[in-house]
């Protein structure tokens, strides 16, 4: 299993990013896809997640109106629009993977697989 974060750059305040998530090796709509993100000096924080067939999506409290989620599942991709960018956004971003038939997840233990993460930079 295999998941593999880009997008990531520098971009200055109010900008957008789009990051990508590819995965392989897994049937990706058993999956709840999940975003996190980690910032130097803190704990690696939930983002945002996606249920395996895109019903259901959650957004942290600091991204709701500016993020967007969403997934290709015959591509075997999970994106992550982001818009409107702070300098607070900055950080390394993660996809995670996690089996779920049903529901969600904002519970990073439960994720079983990782993927390296990628950076963003919010300059101000």
């Known amino acids: 299993v295999q998941l593999q974060a880009s997008g990531g750059g520098l971009v200055q305040t109010g900008g957008s990013l789009t990051l990508s998530c590819s995965v392989s090796?897994?049937?990706?709509?058993?999956?709840?896809i999940g975003w996190f993100r980690q910032a130097p000096g803190k704990d690696r924080e939930v983002v945002s997640c996606i249920s395996g067939k895109g019903g259901l999506t959650h957004y942290s409290d600091s991204v709701k109106g500016r993020f967007t989620i969403s997934r290709d599942n015959a591509e075997n991709t999970v994106y992550l629009q982001m818009s409107n960018l702070r300098p607070e956004d900055t950080a390394v971003y993660y996809c995670?993977?996690?089996?779920?038939?049903?529901?969600?997840?904002?519970?990073?233990?439960?994720?079983?697989?990782w993927g390296k993460g990628t950076q963003v930079t919010v300059s101000s």
């Open positions: 090796g897994l049937t990706l709509e058993r999956y709840v």
């Open positions: 995670a993977a996690d089996f779920r038939l049903f529901g969600l997840t904002l519970q990073e233990r439960e994720y079983d697989y």
